[in-house]
T-cell receptor, first 109, second 115 residues
Framework: GEDVEQSLFLSVREGDSSVINCTYTDSSSTYLYWYKQEPGAGLQLLTYIFSNMDMKQDQRLTVLLNKKDKHLSLRIADTQTGDSAIYFCAEMEDDKIIFGKGTRLHILP | DSGVTQTPKHLITATGQRVTLRCSPRSGDLSVYWYQQSLDQGLQFLIQYYNGEERAKGNILERFSAQQFPDLHSELNLSSLELGDSALYFC??????????????FGPGTRLLVL
């Protein structure tokens, strides 16, 4: 069955790095995604990674993929108050995108 | 701004009623997807249309239906509404080339409250 798992909450001090983890079940997933949802807003695509890649870096964001363990992580360097949001991990399966329940990132001053 | 627009932003209605949510995809995108986001179910894929035809179906109730028009905008119809249908309904679009898995761009959502 389809399942994408994420921890529900993460608290990080401003300026530190945030690491949000995700596990998925479909080994045939070709694309894996991270979306950000700010309070009262829609989903914003942050980044995505092809399954034949191990790592992708985009400014403060680093995505790591361990295909053997079906584990995906999103690292946000130098976390800022504007990073406070819910982060959704998602995988593409049979032309459907399956989302995790989201990780709420809380920034401590 | 993703380029995907949804109307209305908010909708309040009563149980048993019927509503229509509208979505305009990004310019050039042929696929439209509908999602429901609720507190207990999380984000659930409902249905996808590609160039006017239904392409994939997810957890969509029989009381719900959708269509995509020749100008590529889409409507999601929700009927015989129940309290549990209260949720945020997102539309997303992608270029929709068959056989290619693509990034979806999300609209701001329509918040539906059923009283």
């Amino acid at each position: 069955g389809e399942d994408v798992e994420q921890s529900l909450f993460l608290s990080v001090r401003e300026g530190d790095s945030s690491v949000i983890n995700c596990t998925y079940t479909d080994s045939s997933s070709t694309y894996l995604y991270w979306y950000k949802q700010e309070p009262g807003a829609g989903l914003q695509l942050l980044t995505y990674i092809f399954s034949n890649m191990d790592m992708k870096q985009d400014q403060r964001l680093t995505v790591l993929l361990n295909k053997k363990d079906k584990h995906l992580s999103l690292r946000i360097a130098d976390t800022q108050t504007g990073d406070s949001a819910i982060y959704f991990c998602a995988e593409m399966e049979d032309d459907k995108i399956i989302f995790g329940k989201g990780t709420r990132l809380h920034i401590l001053p | 701004d993703s380029g995907v627009t949804q109307t209305p932003k908010h909708l309040i209605t009563a149980t048993g009623q019927r509503v229509t949510l509208r979505c305009s995809p990004r310019s050039g995108d042929l696929s439209v997807y509908w999602y429901q986001q609720s507190l207990d179910q999380g984000l659930q894929f409902l249905i996808q249309y590609y160039n006017g035809e239904e392409r994939a179906k997810g957890n969509i109730l029989e009381r719900f239906s959708a269509q995509q028009f020749p100008d590529l905008h889409s409507e999601l119809n929700l009927s015989s509404l129940e309290l549990g249908d209260s949720a945020l309904y997102f539309c997303a679009s992608s270029p929709g080339n068959r056989g290619v898995q693509e990034t979806q761009y999300f609209g701001p959502g329509t918040r539906l409250l059923v009283l």
